[in-house]
Structure formats: C-alpha cells, structure tokens
C-alpha cells in the first residue's frame, strides 16, 4: 500500500515537472520538437514498466526523461527526498548528484541541493563527505547557511566531537541566537572530559566559558560549584551557591550534600541559605523543604519540624511530604499506634518508588535519572525536576 501511495506520489510529481520542462523549454526554445519527441518516449517506456510492475524500472526512465531545466530542478529535488524518505538513499544520492552536475543551476537552487544531497550521506553514514559539503555551505553567505551550521553541529554532538560542535555552534549563534543554551552544554561535556583526564585548569575554563555563552547554565553551575570545593576555593563556592539558590532554586537539591558539608565545615548557615530558596516565589522541591525540616529537627526539635513539615504539604501535597510526615509522627507514637503507621509508611513508600523525579517537558520522556540532554527527543535542558503531586 506504502508503495502505491509512494508510486502515485512520485508519477504525480514528474507529470507537474514535465509539464513545468516542457513549458520552459519552449518558452527559451529548448525543445522544439513536435509530440513524439525523445522525451515522450520516454514516458511511455515508462507507463509501460509502470503498467508491468516494474517500478524500479518505471523510476528510472521517468527521471531520464525529466529534462533539468531552472524550473524543473525543484521537481528533482522532491523526488530526490521522496527516494530518500523511503529509505533508497542511494537513488536519491544519484538524482541530487546528477543534479549538482548541471552547469545551469542558479547559485541558491545549487546551495538546496547541496544540502540534500548531505543529507543523504548523512542518512547512510557517510559522515566526511557530508561534513566537506555542509562545511562549504556553512562557510558561505548562502540563505540556507544556518540550515547547513544546524546539520553540522548535530553531526558533531552525536559524534561527541565537542570541540568542533563548539566551533560550529559560535558560528550557528548569528542565525539561531537561542542556540546559546545547548553551545553551553556543549563546553560542559568539554569540561566533563577535560575533569576524566584530570585537568582541572582546563575544566574550569570551558565551564567559566559556558557561563559566559549562557549566563543561566545550571550544569555549568552546578559543575563549577563542585569543582571550586575540589580546589578548596570557599568564597567561590558559597558565591555560587547562592546564584543557584537565585537563579536555579529547582535544583538546589542537587547541591544540597555540597551545601551541607560547607555547613558542617562552618562556612554556612545551612537554615538561612534554605530559607532564601523557600522565600522564592515559585514552589520549591519537596527535598529543599525536608532539608529545612531536618534542620528545624536537630536544632529545635520533633515538635517545630512537624508543623513546619506539615504546612508546607498542605501547600504542596505529596507522597515524599506525606511519607516525611509520617515518619517524624512516628517517632512520638505508642507501639500499638506505630505497627499501624508503619504500615501507612510502608504503602507510601511503595507508591513513592514507582514515581518518576523528571520529565522532559519537550517529549514527556519520565524517569529517576537527571539527564541534560533528554534521550528520547535528545533536547537539551528539556528534562525538569518534577514537584508537588507529579512528584515522589
Ligand atoms: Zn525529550
């Protein structure tokens, strides 16, 4: 069925594309010749394959007998992505190379199918070739430059070559200025491979360049807080503890084991550090909250930690606040009531494991797992932390 539709498809085209050569070549007197020209011929050769189930055959005849004219080429084009589309990306490289041949493309007609035709090596892995042709285009004033930039940096980022994705991506940001969020992660992963050969110098530098790209970039962050304590740097690291607990307070519980070693080191007022993330007007993660609660616990006791638990489950219901809940009640209650509540506990931690901590918000993709680029759509920056009832 997929290949009648296709078949019908593709006769559709070349009939608007003859038809489309034809006029043209009269009108600059190409093809002069009466009905039952060469090229009519052709076409019943090719009606005639057609009509005997012989497609492949069919196909081949129609496109010889498409004359490649200016306004036939956009036919050649679509016929080409049609082969490729269906997956006969050898026959589509061979319709766009007999295309690029042609002396009488204009320069913008050349410059698509160029990138086509590297998108076809793309599609059957034929990586060199395709970079060689999209570099060219994206090394030119051409309109279809920063179409060409976007193919180059994807090739690079599955290849993992972040140096070059780097150089690509500073070029793509004249055409795609949003493109600033994923170039920072892009120096994160150069930083990541930079901490595996132990180069902390280098690490810092392509972290401090991710921030200068992206002046939000969480991971950057995230990774330079971390990598600040490595180095002993205190005031760095509790200067940027409090950029995250600004301008990221979603994920302050990522920097939370960090926050607290600072606070038993004495370099932090653990309390008042969490009480600027609560004080912020978005809701906070429930693991910002307990951490408050734990610190209300050991330093005014069960009593002021369960009212403020409970305050904020109220606002913010959850499973995880629910289950905190519980366990602070626990530790007040008679045996008899406890068996009871630690069957409660057991239920909502059951319920709790089955929950995911993160979404992609771009494709849904859920899990336990904090990905900075989603696996599924491959979005970077797309996968949240989840809170209150989406969360655990
Ligand atoms: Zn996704």
Known sequence: MQELVFLGLFVAALAIGWFLGRREAIKVGFMLQPHGSAIDRQYFIGLNYLLNEQPDEAIETFIRALEVNPE???THIAIGKLFCQRGDVERAIKVHQNLLARP???AE???RVQLELARDYLVVGMHSRAERLLEELGRSSSSLRGEALGDLVTVYEQQREWAEAVEVGLRLLRERPAFAVVLAHYYCEQAEDALQSRDINLAQRHLQ???KIDTGSTRALLTLAELEERQGHTRAVLKLLQ????ESPDFVPQILPLAKRCADNGDLDLAAYLDKVLERPEPPMLQTVLARSEELQRHEGDVSAQRFLLTWVQQQPSIGGTLALVKLQMRDVGQMEEGHMGVIRQLLESLQQQRPQYRCESCGFAGQKLYW???TCH????IRPLKGYEAV
């Open 243 to 246: 950029r995250i607990a600004i």
């Open 373 to 375: 680029q989603c696996p």
């Open 379 to 382: 979005g970077w920056s797309s």
């Open 209 to 211: 360049a991710a921030l």
């Open 109 to 111: 007609q050349a410059d």
């Open 72 to 74: 036939t080429v956009e």
């Open 104 to 106: 009488n493309l204009t």
